[in-house]
């Protein structure tokens, strides 16, 4: 599934990366724990957090995150945005809660890491 | 053989991750295998991250060859009182501010464990703590050294 479409099913707003728009997205992981994000095992997944802090940026360039999609309205700063324009993450900011986003992503056919 | 050398404030989440981050850039410009690389950066910004939520100051010396990876990462601070308690999953001494970044949850030196071919842990109270991560290149080689 496209980031693209997946930014329009969860009233995503995007905060950068528009030049990856196209990018499929076959997995996501759904965590708010900085370290168990550190055991994905698959590169270009989506992660859904509600960890909006600078860390959540860094750790998922660490792991080669994708997409980066904040749960529960959290906001990002432009510290944040920042470093994931320079590490190429795309960041989305969407109201919906981690459950919904998860289920809906899932009904579309994206797939769980375990 | 190449050297790199980082510098790792206590405290600062700011800037913490950037040691391994650039470290993780280095090995990708040297075209090491990309699933090392990955395990590599795994494990140095989870010792990153314990220097910067545990001690004062830290350091992270890398040696890169063309048989290894070995990083040692050094801090000035508190120490671990219990290393077999540290280990364990799921225990954390870290504090609420690092646990409300989404820290803490005691996966750490277990996660780095997992992630490197070779590790050894040292410690002294109130001196500071010693970890030393090794990778090798190359299947054959860890078989030859009877790692595997």
Not at chain 1, 59 to 84: G, P, Q
């Amino acid at each position: 599934m496209k980031i693209s479409e997946i930014l329009h099913i969860t009233g995503g707003t995007l905060k950068c990366g528009e030049e990856k728009l196209h990018l499929e997205i076959s997995h996501a992981f759904s965590s708010d724990l900085l370290s168990d994000v550190l055991t994905i095992n698959r590169s270009g997944i989506m992660l859904i957090t509600g960890a909006a802090n600078l860390q959540a940026i860094r750790t998922a360039e660490i792991a080669e995150v994708s997409c980066i999609l904040f749960a529960r309205n959290k906001k990002v700063t432009d510290e944040m945005i920042r470093l994931a324009e320079e590490n190429g993450l795309v960041i989305i900011e969407s109201p919906r809660s981690m459950f919904g986003i998860s289920g809906m992503l899932y009904q579309e056919g994206i797939k769980p890491l375990y | 053989m190449i050297r790199l050398e980082y510098m790792i404030e206590g405290g600062d989440f700011i800037n913490a991750g950037n040691a391994s981050s650039s470290l993780k850039k280095e090995l990708r410009k040297l075209e090491l295998d990309p699933a090392l690389v990955r395990r590599i950066a795994v494990s140095t910004y989870e010792a990153e991250v314990n220097v910067v939520a545990h001690a004062y100051i830290g350091r992270m010396m890398a040696k890169i060859d063309n048989h290894s990876v070995n990083v040692i990462v050094t801090d000035e601070g508190p120490g671990i009182p219990d290393i077999d308690l540290a280990m364990q999953e799921g225990f954390s001494t870290a504090s609420v501010r690092v646990r409300e970044m989404g820290f803490g949850a005691g996966m750490g030196l277990a996660n780095i464990k997992k992630n490197s071919d070779l590790f050894s842990i040292t410690t002294e109270l109130n001196i500071g703590t010693r970890l030393e991560m090794t990778w090798f290149r190359d299947h054959a080689t860890k078989e030859a050294d009877g790692i595997i």
